[in-house]
């Protein structure tokens, strides 16, 4: 059977995903102590009609000895031969303290001596040893409900091949995709931004995509990372690797990066290779 486990900081998300996947026919149970996954998977893989395909929530109200035996609890499903995949949502702080805020829920970790703040970042070290061994981690910051569903529709539900590709763009003021696998930077490329009429669009606009073909550096940089990513995403397939984000970065996220994202999902997909994209500072998915 195939089990997907999610774990991550409360107001990431985890309730809205485990929904999206029960959706799509997995048997899905919420805030199960980590202790118990192989006994659950043990009955689920028992009787006349076992389960194809189970999700497990587990989050920081779990034993401490718990969180921290999971390595111990993995290697047990494995000898179980249960096929297992661990996903972690997560984000930022501002964007947690936001969100509890906005629906005045109480954090399960806070309490008179622990402010919010501290709860949040608290609960990220209990569940640091999980995140580790995350094959996907989600950073929900800028997903609203309907967008996490659907890229829990896409690339996890509904996947159809060995690894799941997305390729992101991002700005780099904003900081680092966390679930980026690997990083091109393009802010070497010539910049948009400096060109008023240009400024309010984004790479996928006709006047951006005119301005940045005009120069040869545009047209090196998009063949040297297909080629990389071409030459090695067969490695990562062949190396067990369930999911793979490639993040292409310029300043802001709106130029650069779109277009040189666009470009490279285009050409990969006339490859025959199957991918998602995310324009993280636009907020759209594709």
Same mark, same amino acid.
């Not at 805020?101 to 919010?116: F, I, V």
């Given at each position: 059977?195939?089990l997907?486990?999610?774990?991550?900081r409360?107001?990431s998300g985890k309730t809205?995903a485990?929904?999206?996947l029960?959706d799509h026919?997995?048997y899905c149970?919420?805030?199960?102590p980590?202790?118990?996954?192989?006994?659950?998977?043990?009955?689920l893989c028992?009787g006349?009609?076992?389960?194809?395909?189970?999700a497990?929530?587990?989050d920081a109200?779990?034993?401490p000895?718990? *969180?921290?035996?999971f390595?111990a609890? !993995?290697?047990?499903? #494995?000898? $179980?031969?249960?096929?297992?995949?661990?996903?972690?949502l +997560?984000?930022?702080?501002n964007?947690?303290?936001?969100?509890?805020?906005a629906?005045?829920?109480?954090?399960?970790l806070?309490?008179n001596?622990?402010?919010?703040?501290?709860a949040?970042?608290?609960e990220?070290t209990?569940?640091?040893n999980?995140r580790?061994?995350?094959?996907?981690?989600?950073?929900s910051s800028?997903?609203?409900v309907?967008?996490?569903?659907?890229?829990?529709?896409?690339?996890v539900?509904q996947?159809?091949?060995?690894?799941?590709?997305?390729l992101e763009s991002f700005?780099?003021?904003?900081?680092l995709?966390s679930?980026?696998d *690997?990083?091109?930077?393009v802010?070497? !490329?010539?910049?948009? #931004?400096w $060109?008023i009429?240009?400024r309010?669009?984004?790479g996928? +606009?006709?006047g951006?995509?005119?301005y940045?073909?005009?120069?040869q550096?545009t047209?090196?940089?998009?063949?040297?990372i297909?080629r990389?990513?071409?030459?090695w995403?067969?490695?990562?397939?062949n190396?067990?690797r369930?999911?793979?984000?490639?993040?292409i970065g310029?300043?802001?996220?709106?130029h650069?990066?779109v277009?040189?994202?666009?470009?490279?999902a285009r050409?990969?997909?006339d490859k025959g290779?199957p991918?998602q994209?995310h324009h993280?500072?636009l907020?759209l998915?594709d």
């Amino acid at each position: 059977m195939k089990l997907t486990i999610l774990s991550g900081r409360s107001g990431s998300g985890k309730t809205t995903a485990l929904q999206a996947l029960e959706d799509h026919g997995y048997y899905c149970v919420d805030n199960l102590p980590a202790g118990l996954l192989p006994t659950l998977t043990r009955q689920l893989c028992s009787g006349e009609n076992p389960i194809a395909k189970a999700a497990a929530g587990i989050d920081a109200r779990n034993l401490p000895e718990q *969180l921290q035996a999971f390595d111990a609890i !993995l290697a047990e499903l #494995h000898q $179980q031969q249960v096929q297992c995949e661990v996903i972690y949502l +997560d984000a930022d702080d501002n964007t947690l303290l936001k969100r509890f805020s906005a629906t005045r829920r109480r954090h399960p970790l806070s309490n008179n001596d622990r402010s919010l703040a501290d709860a949040i970042k608290y609960e990220g070290t209990l569940l640091a040893n999980i995140r580790m061994r995350a094959d996907l981690v989600i950073d929900s910051s800028n997903h609203d409900v309907h967008a996490l569903r659907e890229l829990m529709r896409h690339r996890v539900a509904q996947r159809d091949t060995a690894l799941s590709l997305q390729l992101e763009s991002f700005g780099f003021k904003n900081g680092l995709p966390s679930d980026a696998d *690997l990083v091109f930077d393009v802010r070497v !490329l010539p910049n948009p #931004h400096w $060109q008023i009429e240009l400024r309010p669009l984004t790479g996928r +606009d006709d006047g951006v995509i005119q301005y940045l073909q005009q120069h040869q550096a545009t047209h090196d940089m998009l063949s040297d990372i297909a080629r990389f990513v071409e030459h090695w995403l067969p490695a990562y397939r062949n190396n067990d690797r369930s999911y793979m984000t490639v993040a292409i970065g310029c300043t802001g996220g709106r130029h650069r990066s779109v277009y040189i994202t666009e470009q490279l999902a285009r050409h990969l997909r006339d490859k025959g290779i199957p991918l998602q994209v995310h324009h993280r500072e636009l907020k759209l998915n594709d």
